[in-house]
Every structure is written in structure tokens, then in C-alpha cells.
Antibody, heavy 118, light 112 residues
Framework: EVQLVESGGGLVQPGGSLRLSCAASGFSFSTNWMNWVRQAPGEGPVWVSRIDTDGSNTKYADSVKGRFTISRDNAKSTLYLQMNSLRGEDTAVYYC???????????WGQGTLVTVSS | DIVMTQNPLFLSVTPGQPASISCKSS???????????LHWYLQKPGQSPQLLIY???SRFSGVPDRFSGSGSGTDFTLKISRVEAEDVGVYYCMQGVYLPLTFGGGTKVEIK
């Protein structure tokens, strides 16, 4: 069974940093593209970032480019999202998402809540 | 960015009756490889989104056959042939062709 377990969320002040982790199991992590998708309270999902299988190719939404960094450790089957210079509009549940093929997301974690507030 | 427009925003359906959701994209989702990367997700109350339909019309594993997807180019439709109580939630379409990947605004389905 595919499992994606996010951690690292919490309350952070504007301008602060957080590092999210996603522990993956139940599938061949190293052969799948992975994504982060966020969802603000009461809003729809918004794609944040994508990483290819070996981490050599990464993409970001404009809203986070230059502030967030996606990475992965295939030996540990873990996906990361380093978030710097956090803003109030970054407040959301962040989902770790497995890419089945061509951006169809077949497995989602339970999400981790990031709240940016003073 | 590609804009995905869903209609209606809200659907109230009697159990056993059909339901239909429209999704329109601001550009064609036909990729140069010949495939169309339009996907549908359902977010049940209190849960993470789950994949229902990928590439316009292919049902994901375990998805009941009362769900079907159709369309091409910029116009797509998700149909539920006979709505059941477990189908409540918010349905989202998503395009997988262009970066940034974008979702529709969602259609909330409730049972009458």
C-alpha cells in the first residue's frame, strides 16, 4: 500500500523558515516524479513544485520561486520542501503527492498544516 | 497560466440521479504526443484529494464505473450516472500539460 506521510508543519512568523518532509513507502520512490501541492483553508488545491526521479529537474510555481526548494533523498525514500521567507499567503495544508504519469496525482499524503502568522 | 473553469459551482443531487460537471480550459490540453492531460479529482469531506479520472476518460484503479469522463481540446465533462451518498465532496479538474499545473475552482456535490 502506498503511504505518504508529511511532517514539519507548524506555526512560523512571517519571514521565517520551515522544512517539510514526506516519508514514502509502498512503491518504488526513486522511479516516480513527486510534487508538493498546497491548499489554503476553504480554497482549492494549488500546485507548488515538482521534482524528477533523480532530483536533477525541478519546477516551481511563480509564487514560491526563489523562496522554496524541493529536493529528495531516494536512499531514504523521502521528499523535502525547504520554505524560506515565508509569507501569510503561504498558510495552507501542504500535500506530498506522487505522480502516476504526466501529472496525474495518484497518491496524496494526509497533509501538514503550515501557518504563517505573527 | 492555463485557467480551468468549472461549472456549476454547486450541485445538489437526489440519490440515484445523474450528475454532470463541466470543465473548460483556456488553451487546448492536447499534447504534442497525442494525449490529452486532463484529470479529475474528488476531495471528500475532511480528506485529501483522490484521483478519479486521468487523461480525460480513464478511470483510476478502484473507481466505480458510474464515473465517466469525456471531452477534447478545451471542453471536458465528468459524469456520474447514478449518484450515491459516498460521492459527496468537491470535484476538481486539473490540467497536466502546461506549467504551472492548474486546477479548476471546484464543484461541490451534495446529496438532497
Amino acid at each position: 500500500e502506498v503511504q505518504l506521510v508529511e511532517s514539519g508543519g507548524g506555526l512560523v512568523q512571517p519571514g521565517g523558515s520551515l522544512r517539510l518532509s514526506c516519508a514514502a513507502s509502498g512503491f518504488s520512490f526513486s522511479t516516480n516524479w513527486m510534487n508538493w501541492v498546497r491548499q489554503a483553508p476553504g480554497e482549492g488545491p494549488v500546485w507548488v513544485s515538482r521534482i524528477d526521479t533523480d532530483g536533477s529537474n525541478t519546477k516551481y510555481a511563480d509564487s514560491v520561486k526563489g523562496r522554496f526548494t524541493i529536493s529528495r533523498d531516494n536512499a531514504k525514500s523521502t521528499l523535502y520542501l525547504q520554505m524560506n521567507s515565508l509569507r501569510g499567503e503561504d498558510t495552507a495544508v501542504y500535500y506530498c503527492v506522487k505522480d502516476r504519469h504526466w501529472n496525474s496525482f495518484d497518491s496524496w499524503g494526509q497533509g501538514t498544516l503550515v501557518t504563517v502568522s505573527s | 497560466d492555463i485557467v480551468m473553469t468549472q461549472n456549476p459551482l454547486f450541485l445538489s443531487v437526489t440519490p440515484g440521479q445523474p450528475a454532470s460537471i463541466s470543465c473548460k480550459s483556456s488553451q487546448s490540453l492536447l499534447h504534442s504526443d497525442g494525449n490529452t492531460y486532463l484529470h479529475w479529482y474528488l476531495q471528500k469531506p475532511g480528506q485529501s484529494p483522490q484521483l478519479l479520472i486521468y487523461e480525460v476518460s480513464s478511470r483510476f484503479s478502484g473507481v466505480p464505473d458510474r464515473f465517466s469522463g469525456s471531452g477534447s481540446g478545451t471542453d471536458f465533462t465528468l459524469k456520474i450516472s447514478r449518484v450515491e451518498a459516498e460521492d459527496v465532496g468537491v470535484y476538481y479538474c486539473m490540467q497536466g500539460v502546461y506549467l504551472p499545473l492548474t486546477f479548476g475552482g471546484g464543484t461541490k456535490v451534495e446529496i438532497k
